[in-house]
C-alpha cells in the first residue's frame, strides 16, 4: 500500500464530499441549527405552557353530601385556591352526567364529599376527586386540590389534638432528612450518562451514513467505479482512502453536534437563570468520552464501508443501513437499563460495552481494565470488518452484481427453482414471527398444552403442506432414507459426552452473564417432569422436538441451504436454528448442536439419526435434572447442580471416536438430492 | 503490445449451471495498430476488455500487456493502459481539471508534470474554456473529452476503449475516433471493441469477431473478403456465425 495514493484518494473524497449540498446539511448545518431550534423552540414552549396552565381557570363541581361546620370549612380551603372556580353546589350527586362533563372537558374536577366513621369511632372525611388524568388541566386540577387539602388534613388532625390535651408533636417520631453526597457533576454525569451514549451512537450512523452509501454504490450507481478500478490505484488503497473520509466527517459531525449541544444547553442555563457552575459538565471524563468515540467510530465507519461495497446502488445500501441503525439504537439503550453493569462479558459486545463505559465513565466510576478491553475488542472487529471490505471489493460477483440475480423467485416453474434460499428466508421469518406471537400465546395460557400445539402446527405442519404444495418428493426431500444401524449407535454413545459439554458451555455463559434466578426457573421447569408424569414430559419435550424440529431443520431448511455447499448449508442451518430459540443466552449452544445435528443428517443421508440425537439431548436432560439423585456416578460429575469441568477431556475423546466411526462407516456425503439420485442409479 | 493467450472466463449462475462468457480468446494486437473486437451484444467483448483492464480475473489463460502479466503484475497493467468506455461516469462535483489531476495523482504522473500534462489535452481536445467548469456543468461532448484526457494523462502505450461510442450522438463520436487515429499515429496499441459493423470497418487493422465468448474468426477486413468472397462486413459476419453453429450440430 502507497501513503501518497491514499491520501490523494482521500483528498479527492473530501473535497467531492464538501462541495455536496447532503452532506453538508446532514454533516454540518444539521447538527449546528437543529439544537439550537430544538431546545430554545421547545423550552420556551414549555415555559410558555406551563405559565398559561397556572394561570387557567380551572372549574370543579364540588358534591357535598354532608353539610356540616367542617365540609364547609372544606369547601372554604379549596376556594381559597387562585385560579380554581368552584361551580355551585350540585343538587343531586349524580356520577354519570357529571363525568360527562369532565370528559368533555367543561369541568377539570368533580369532588365528592361523604364521611364514615372508623372502627374506634372517629370521624373520616372520605374525599373522591374524579379527574381525567390524560388532560393537562384536569391533573394540574387535582394536583392543586390534593396540596390543599393534605394542609387542611394537618389542620385538623392538630385540632383533634388539641381537644384531647396531646401535642401534636407527638407525631413526629421518626424524622426523615434527605442528603444528597453525590458531588455536582457525578449528579450530571448520572443523568447525562444516561442518554449521552445513546445519543453519540446515533450521531455517529447518521452522520456516517450518508456519505458512506455515497462512496462506494454511488459510485457504482454514477459508473465512475470501473474507471477508478482500472487505474494504477490498488484497490486496497482505494478502500482505506474512502475509509478515512468516513471517518473524518463522522469526526466532524460528532463534533458539531457535541458543541452545539453544549452550547444550546449553555445557553439555556443562562437564560434561566441557573448558575451554569452547578452544572458543569466533568470535563476530563468528556474529553476521555470524546477519545472514546474514536474506535467507535472507525467500527461504524468499517461496517458502513462493507455495505457500502456490498451494494449495488445508493438507496439499496440505504436498505441494508436500516437493520444497522434499529440494531445499534436497540443496543445502545442499555444505558437507560438498570441493573446493566459493565463486565466481562458485556465488554465484549460491539455497542453495549460503549453505552455501558461511557455511562460509567460520566459516573466516574469506571475500571481501566474495562476501558481496555472495550477499546481493544473494538479495534479488532475494526480489522476484520475492514478486511471484509477490501476483500468485498476484490470479489467480481460483488462489483458487478447484477440486477437480475437478485429477483425474488419463489416459485419458480422448475422444481428445482422452489425451495431456495430466499424462499428459506422468507419461511423462517414467518416461522419465527409465529413461533413468538402465536406459539408464545398458547405456552403462556397452558404450558405442556402449547408446547405440543407449537411443535405440531407451526413447526411439522408448514414444512409438510410447502412439501405437498409444491409437488416436491417428501422422502427424497426430507432423507427418510435407510441408514446402517450403527449409526444409531454411535449417536447413543455420543448423547452423554454432548450434552455435558453443552451443559459446560452453558455453565460458562452463564458466569459471563449472570441471568436472573426467575429466568433459570422457567428453563428448569421446562425440563422438570410435571404431573403429568415422566414419560409424558419425555413425549413433549423429548420425542416431538426431535421429530418435528428435525424435520423443519435438518429435513426441510437443510436440504435448501446445502445446495450452495454442504459445510455452508450445515452451520447457516445450525444458526438459523440457534435463533429458532428465541433466547440469546441459548444462542450458542442450539447452534452447536445444530451443527452436530446437521453434520449428521449429511454424514449418514438419514433424517432418523439426526432425529434419534435430538430427541437423546433433551430426554437425558429431563432425567439427569429428575433422577440425578437415583445415580451414584452423576453424582461425581453434577454437584451443587454445577458440572465438573474435567468431563470436558473424557467427553471430546469419545466424541472424536464417534466422529471418526461416523467417517468410516459414511464415506460419502451428498450434496443434493438430485446427486444422491445418480449415486443411486436413479435415473428420475 | 497485447499478447493474449486462451483467455477464459466463466461465470457461476444462480441455477448451477456455468457460463462461458469468454472461451479460449488468443489474439496480438501490436504497437500503432487498432485491433477491433466484433461482436453482438453479450458476445463476452466486455468481459474480455475487463480481464485485460485486470477488473475481472481470468479463469483460466492469461495476457501480457507491454510485457506484464495480467495475472502476475496487475500494478503494472494498469500503469500501462488507457481505458475509455461508453458509459464510464464522472465525478459531477469536481471541476474538469480537478478530474484530470486526481487521475494523474493515481497514475503516479510526477506533480511537477500534471500542469503541462493537463494543458497538452486541453490543446489537443480544445478544452481550455471549460477547464475550470464542474462537470456537472458540461454538455455530452465536454464531458467525453473529459473522459478521454482523463483516461490518457498518463501516455500510456496501450489504449482499451470499450464501445465508446454506444448512445453518443454523431458528432461527438468523430472526436472519439479522430482520438483513435491519433492514438494510432503516436504508435499507441488500440483495443476497441464494438458492435457496428461500419466503425469496425473504418478504423480497423485487425479484426477479432467474437460470438458466444469464441472466436470467430480473426484478420484483416481484406483477408475476410478474400476468404468469404463476400464484401458487406455484415454478411461476412453472419457467414462466419453460421458457420459456428453447423459446425455444433
Redesign the interface.
Known sequence: MNLKKIFVIYKKEMLDLVRDRRTIITAFVLPIILYPLLMIGISSMMSRQEMKLEQQELVIYLNDTIHDETSRELIESLSQIETLQIMDEAIVYNEGTYLDLLQDKSIQALINIEDSLSSSGYRIFNITCFYDETSEKSSMAYRKIKDNLRDLEEVLISKRLEKIKINSEILNAVEIKKENIAPPEQMVGFVVGKFLPYLLIMLTISGASVIASDLIAGEKERGTLETILVSAARRDELVIGKYLTIITISIITVLLNLLSMYLSFRHIFMQTGTNIGDFQLPIGNFVLILLLMLPLITLFSAILLSISTYSRNIKEAQSYQMPLLFGAIMLSMVSFLPGFELNIGFALIPIVNFSLLMRDIMMNNFQLSYLFIVIGSTLVLDVITVYISIKLFHSENVLFRTAEEKSLKFWGKNKKDVLNIQFIMVYFVIMIIALYYIGGSWQLKDMMNGLIKTQLLIILLPVIMILRISKADIKKTLRLNYTNPINFLLVLIAALPLLLLSGILGQIINHIFPVSEAYLEILQNLITVQQEGLWFTIFVVGILPGVCEEVMFRGFILNALRKKGVWYGIILTAVLFGAFHLDPFRFLPATLLGIWLGYLAVKTNSLFVPVLAHFLQNSLAILITNYAENFSFIKLIIRDDEIAYWVVIPSVIILYFVVKGLSTLNPKTFATVEEQDLANGDKD | MIIVNNLTKVFHQ???EELYAVNDLSFTADKGEIVVLLGVNGAGKTTAM?ML?????PTAGTATLEGYDLKKDP?NV??N?G?L?G????????TAR?TIT??A????VPENKIDARINEMADLLDMHDFLDKKIDFLSTGMKQKVSIA??II?DPPIMIFDEPTAGLDILTAKNIISFIHKCKEDGKCVLFSTHIMREAERIADKIVMIHQGKVLAQGSWENFKKDTGLHDLDDIFIHYVNNITKEDV
Open positions: 444462480q441455477n448451477g475487463r483492464s485486470t477488473v475481472l480475473q500494478q494498469r500503469a493502459l481505458f468506455s458509459d464510464t461516469g464522472l465525478y459531477a462535483r469536481l480537478e486526481y487521475f495523482r493515481l497514475y503516479d482523463r483516461s498518463h
